[in-house]
């Protein structure tokens, strides 16, 4: 028998390195490499690729120096890069704490302090959840499935959810489940279920589909009370108040996911029950961690709560990370800002600022915009096609996706960092810090506008690229 000696193994990469800064080409190459090449080759073909550096907050540069507005980080971005006083807050941890760093044996003050803060903000609108309790985890789809997990645990005889078109609330199993895309679902099946999807907005269409399901076979409805990565859709007044005055005539739970709304984004703390609804269950993420660390929360009534984590079986759901302290530093202080800097109306009167002034592009610019959207500090581009469907020698299906990535280009390439949107087609979306500047709003619209005025038409989107480059982007589409 051989017995294999070990060595002790050498690391490719330091860390001083990474501080000094590794040379671009070997970031990029460390990337393709070993992380998730095609995506990488896609945003490089499309010049955006980066990488990005900070200048302030709430500006960046790439690696050609040039300068971007930061409107990227899918609304996970709420005070810009780095903000010191997060950054401070941090750091004094970090030099002076005496906490332990995953206190999940024991009791922690800021994990106690992050909960009793959640609870008393939504309490404060929603006076209904004033006893309501907090699970803490490290992400969106992990707030979902907690989400669901304590909806079925409440209500064990109903065995199916009901989601909505275009809805996205992450990628994990039952998060997918709920994320009725094709592309994301299809290999992926069989999926968690049963989930029935219904056309987001309609009340008379869910009354219907709950008189032919029953409603005692549904045990939650999950809403997104603004559809984010849908592209910033709005839905009819009435719905979200009337949806939830039809489940709770039955019993249904109703889970508002505002982990893309909640917290200020939308201009409001819970954008759901602005609009009119009391949800059961809240699922929480992007800006609790302060645009530094992964933190997801899900808040729920007592007695959901109960039923899912009672006595000895409190451990039924868990995991290792959520309510660590650092991210509960982190979670702690940004609610702080989000309450001491008054950002909740800030992002309100700036939303409205900024809705106006994309407006005015689009009214100046009919055939580059087909429609532009908003919600507090949450925009939405959405852009004439580029091509008709059949003309481009390319699958059908991808000409909505040319559209939203060129339009992803011309931003960067007039000095925009924006986000893609993941259950839209040719939409591009907005999401600035919460506490932007005046000087840098203004010119982040007067930025949209120079990109419109550039282009006058979205397909002359088209020309921004080399043959090179789209030689490059047909290789990866193929
Ligand atoms: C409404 C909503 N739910 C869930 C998620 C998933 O969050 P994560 O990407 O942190 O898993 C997102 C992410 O965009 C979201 O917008």
Redesign the pocket.
Known sequence: MTVAIERSPTLVVRSGDLFDGLPDGEARRLERAHGNRDLINLIDVLGLAGPMRTVTPWELEDADGHHLIHAGG??AVPFGENYPPLRDAMIRHLNGGRDTGFPQQSISAWRGAVAANLVALLAAVAPSHADSRVFFSS??????EAAIKFAKAHRPKASSFITFERA?????AW?LALTPNEEYQAPFRPLPGPVHTLPYGDLDAFEHALRKLGPDTVAAVIV?PIQ??GGVIRPPAGFLSGLGARCREHGILVIA?E???GLGRAGHWFASVADGLDPDIV?L??PLGGGIL?V?ATIARAPIYQSMLPGTASKRHSNTFGGGTLAMVVAQRSLELLVDEDLVAKARRDGEIGLERLRASAERYPEFFEEVRGAGMLFAIKVRPVAPEKRLPIDPELVPLLGAILALRALHLHGIHGCFS?TAQRVVRLTPALNLPEALRDQLFDRVDAMAAHHKQAWRMLGSMSPGRWLRLAKLAL
Do not use: F, M, N, W
Request: glycine share 14%; proline share 4%.
């Open positions: 899918y609304a992400s969106g789809a992990e707030a979902v996205y609330h992450g990628k994990t998060a997104e984010g990565e996911d982990i893309q709304t699922t993420a992007k992964p997801g993941l």
